[in-house]
T-cell receptor, first 110, second 110 residues
């Protein structure tokens, strides 16, 4: 069964303390892996798409990487405004269905 | 603004009433997805369309839920005989490659 598992469920960091969020997946034919940011009461905001193992994407303090079984979202020197829920999703190759994980709630303390 | 638009943003309804939500996708996107999200959870897949064809409906959905996408443009999601367990955020996304989300419709069933 296609599945996306994110860990940890929640993470509290001090401002400037770098860390990584994990997304492990099983899917029958990966078309793409997406990362989103979601603020309370709002829709998810697109961050990155990764298509193949070894690929990396960067945006400001965020860097996403992909292997054949998992993806990492690295956060370097985070700021309080990076506090949000980060969602990982996979798009299945045979029919483009998109399946989400439960997310990681990130809280950056000033 | 050419993003995904959802209407209404908030809906309060009495148990047993029918409700309908609308989603206007980004105009050139051929795929449209509906998700449901409850507090602390990731988006749960409901159904999706490629143009006007509905490709899959979640087995978790009862027959009270129906969705349409006439002419491959906007989409509607109807919930008949609402129950308190239907209270959630209903999210719509459209895609050509990456999926972009609207701000959601928050449903409260009282």
């Amino acid at each position: 069964e296609d599945q996306v598992t994110q860990s940890p469920e929640a993470l509290r960091l001090q401002e400037g303390e770098s860390s990584s969020l994990n997304c492990s997946y099983t899917v029958s034919g990966l078309r793409g892996l997406f990362w989103y940011r979601q603020d309370p009461g709002k829709g998810p905001e697109f961050l990155f798409t990764l298509y193949s193992a070894g690929e990396e994407k960067e945006k400001e303090r965020l860097k996403a990487t992909l292997t054949k079984k998992e993806s990492f979202l690295h956060i370097t020197a985070p700021k309080p405004e990076d506090s949000a829920t980060y969602l990982c999703a996979v798009q299945r190759g045979r029919d483009d269905k998109i399946i989400f994980g439960k997310g990681t709630r990130l809280h950056i303390l000033p | 603004d050419t993003g995904v638009s959802q209407d209404p943003r908030h809906k309060i309804t009495k148990r047993g009433q029918n409700v309908t939500f609308r989603c206007d996708p980004i105009s050139e996107h051929n795929r449209l997805y509906w998700y449901r999200q409850t507090l602390g959870q990731g988006p749960e897949f409901l159904t999706y369309f490629q143009n006007e064809a509905q490709l899959e409906k979640s087995r978790l959905l009862s027959d009270r839920f129906s969705a349409e996408r006439p002419k491959g443009s906007f989409s509607t999601l109807e919930i008949q005989r609402t129950e308190q367990g239907d209270s959630a955020m209903y999210l719509c996304a459209s895609s050509w490659t990456e999926a972009f989300f609207g701000q959601g419709t928050r449903l409260t069933v009282v």
